[in-house]
């Protein structure tokens, strides 16, 4: 028989659950850890679409002991009825039959996050089991569904509640055959998700209950929404207006909202919603408000006198420096922009975005004179950083491989020029540097040596970070160039590694280093160019073999690996300077046997708020942090 033959009994055809079984990644992204909260989010987006249609006060997501999810909504319940076109139960069509929703007609739902109709049949799917129980009429209807999605006997009556209980509470417990990863469940990750959605959607209640090993137990409710939580993102910052400037507006059933406060730093967070999903990407939405106060700033600039006529126009960096703002946009038909849904592409989201943010900006500098004077300051004092950082700028530029001399012969580069096979050492210190040159492999390995510590960005300016010889260096060498400049396809080195001690001074370096890209080099992050290199911090040697282990668990692994009658000599190593060119390419450099850290931004928002809390001018949220966290120091030099 021929093995290459090709006819119709090859196609298959998947039905139901199946196709979400065989591919899950297609609905759900991934089956890491990330994919596994993502059940969670489709039952509870539903629950919260409830909420947008004005028939659900609270949402109850409980974390129950073998990591088994239950949500409660007091919503209207899934109609209980038979579907004319399945044949099957509401309830079970709901739960069984893909793109089966009440989001399509239009009547069940104006605004509507789970737009797919997908969610409950695909959590279903990925579920071990999963259990349904509606409120409806004074009855409490309940099915199960076990390997994959499949019904065990039908929808039907098992218990009374009262004629005023309406609701749905769904029980289930993920597929380890499907998370081969883990089904183990991040309590910090489900709060951080359940209190953005208590942030933007005002009034609803949202409980989270962890009855796993720590119990615990914490509701979100915002009566001021969004403001709350501006508030909250600027609660490490020192902030330039005191109230919370709040704005919001309807056209044509799309409603918009934004909720911004200046503060002191440098640095903007700029945050869109729609539909309560966040659109990292920003989108048509996001665009229209930042237009809008570009306009309105400089309007109100040379109305007041503060920009004089031949003065060039404040940019939308300027006007944006030290803002935090939200954005969210409650659409009843949103377009996104790529299947992740981070991008809004709406037209005509734009104009109705900067007419409602423009009447209700406008009014507000009117009326506060005062608090406009001090954003009206910041601003123009930003436009002169960024005049005297376009100066600056001038000195990063490397026109060609020739401009090394420019590095002040610190930079030892590679000799690859595609940028897919290079990588960049940023290494602590002229010894540990000479070590590095000479270990390294000079084809695709550049060694760029750190003198001290560089300056902290979290409190600079761009035109002072400009000013300071290492970064410039950093910035030549990576050839993205900066700000307004920035260009991800020029970077040079596809790995970034950055190279310090094992100790608390390394581990200020390399904070310092992560800043840095953070917040002038963000893309460079989330593109996945940033390692930390994970040199050891132990040498055991018996007989002729050497061993190098990363940490204390991995050394005491070893040596209970060992036969009793070994007698190893356990040595701590010390700084990369003290190691030589094969030692140093042994264990952190040689792509065979290194340890590298990828370096993820996975919420920016988290970053944010980690970055101004450790590296921002306010002390006190800082010797908290440092309080509540000393316990967990490992490695500190004493």
């Known amino acids: 028989m021929n093995e290459n033959t090709y006819n119709d009994s090859d196609i298959q055809v998947l039905e139901g659950l199946e196709a979400v079984r065989k591919r899950p990644g297609m609905y759900i992204g991934t089956t890491s850890e990330k994919g596994l909260h993502h059940l969670v989010w489709e039952i509870v987006d539903n629950a919260v679409d409830e909420s947008l249609a004005g028939y659900c006060d609270d949402i109850e997501v409980i974390v129950d002991r073998g990591n088994v999810i239950e949500i409660r909504d007091d919503g209207r319940g899934i109609p209980t009825g038979k579907n004319a076109k399945t044949g099957l139960s509401t309830v079970e069509t709901i739960f069984t039959v893909l793109h089966a929703g009440g989001k399509f007609g239009g009547h069940g739902y104006k605004v509507s996050g789970g737009l797919h109709g997908v969610g409950a049949s695909v959590v279903n799917a990925l579920s071990e089991w999963l259990e349904v129980k509606v409120y409806h009429n004074g009855e409490v209807y309940y099915q199960r569904f076990e390997n994959g999605g499949h019904p065990v006997g039908e929808l039907k009556v098992i218990d009374t509640c009262s004629a005023d209980r309406t609701g749905t509470t769904v029980r289930f417990k993920a597929d380890p055959e499907i998370f081969k990863e883990t089904t183990v469940y991040d309590y910090d990750t489900l709060k951080t998700r359940l209190r953005e959605l208590a942030f933007l959607n005002k009034g609803l209640r949202i409980i989270l209950s962890d009855l796993r090993d720590i119990e615990r137990k914490e509701e979100f409710l915002y009566h001021g929404g969004i403001i709350e939580y501006v508030k909250m993102l600027n609660a490490n910052k020192t902030p330039l207006n005191s109230e919370i400037i709040y704005v919001s507006g309807s056209e044509d059933n799309i409603s918009i909202e934004v909720a911004l406060q200046y503060n002191e730093t440098y640095n903007s967070a700029v945050y869109s919603f729609t539909n309560n999903i966040n659109t990292y990407e920003g989108g048509t939405h996001e665009d229209g408000v930042k237009r809008a106060l570009t306009r309105i700033i400089n309007n109100y600039g040379k109305k007041n006198k503060f920009l004089k006529e ?113 990588e960049i050492f940023l290494v602590e210190g002229d010894s540990a540097g000479g070590s590095a040159i000479k270990g390294r492999n000079s084809m695709t390995q550049a060694i760029l040596p750190l003198r001290g510590k560089i300056l902290n960005v979290e409190k600079a300016r761009l035109d002072r970070a400009l000013g300071n010889e290492e970064i410039r260096t950093i910035i030549t060498a990576f050839g993205t160039g900066i700000g307004q400049e920035f260009d991800l396809s020029k970077l ?21 280093l992560l800043t840095l890209f953070y917040r002038f080099f963000r893309p460079i992050v989330e593109a996945g160019h940033v390692y930390a290199a994970q040199p050891p911090l132990f040498c055991i040697k018996h007989g002729k073999t050497i061993k190098y282990v990363l940490n204390e668990e991995e050394k005491a692994e070893y040596l209970a690996s060992l036969p009793a009658t070994t007698r190893p000599d356990v040595m701590r190593m010390k700084g990369l300077g003290e190691m030589d060119a ?22 920016l928002m988290k970053a944010d708020e980690i970055f101004s809390k450790l590296m921002g001018e306010e002390v006190e949220p800082r010797r908290k942090f440092i309080e509540d966290n000393a316990t967990f120091v490992e490695n500190l030099d004493i």
């Not at 596809?494 to 390399?510: E, L, N, W, Y």
């Open 582 to 603: 094969e030692e140093l390419n042994e264990t952190t450099m040689d792509i065979n046997t290194r340890v590298l850290r990828k370096i993820t931004v996975d919420d």
């Open 492 to 512: 040079r080195y596809h790995k970034i590694i950055i190279m310090t001690d094992a100790d608390v001074d390394g581990s200020h370096i390399r904070v310092l």
């Open 310 to 422: 031949n003065d060039d126009p404040l940019s939308g960096e300027d006007v944006r420096e030290g803002l935090t703002m939200i954005i969210s946009c409650k659409h009843p038909d949103p377009q996104f922009e790529g299947q992740t849904k981070t991008k809004l592409g709406n037209a005509e989201v734009r104009k109705i975005a900067d007419d409602v943010f423009s009447e209700g900006f406008e009014r507000y500098l009117l009326e506060n004179p005062e608090e406009a004077k001090l954003i009206m300051e910041k601003c123009m004092t930003a436009a002169r950083a960024r005049v005297a950082a376009k100066r600056a700028r001038e000195l990063t530029r490397r026109k060609s491989d020739l401009d090394v001399i420019n590095f002040g012969g610190k930079l030892v580069d590679c000799k690859e020029k595609d940028p897919s096979i290079s």
